[in-house]
């Protein structure tokens, strides 16, 4: 898939969403749709993952100095991915 915004994929995902609901394609057309509607939510998926990773926290250590630390609830505190 060509990079896109998320945003922008997001909007297409919603209009496939309500073209499937709203309307009654013809059934290649409902599996074409819905194909890409698929290819766009692991998209926006991964990318919704990639943004949770760079989430950290800034705090102060014992001596004062600032730490940065992967934010609480976030796959990179060494127990695998939640969900």
């Known amino acids: 898939m060509t990079e896109m915004k998320f945003e922008d994929a997001l909007k297409r995902l919603e ?13 290649d057309r409902s599996l ?3 194909e890409e509607g698929i290819k766009l ?14 989430i950290e926290t800034l705090s102060r250590d014992d001596e004062g100095e ?5 934010f609480p609830g976030t796959s990179e505190e060494g127990d695998g991915e939640e969900g």
């Open 32 to 34: 074409e749709i819905f």
């Open 41 to 54: 939510a692991r998209w926006c998926t991964r990318k919704l993952d990639e943004a949770n990773k760079k």
């Open 15 to 27: 209009e496939i969403v309500q073209e499937l609901e709203q309307s009654e394609p013809e059934l």
């Open 66 to 70: 600032i730490r940065s630390q992967p």
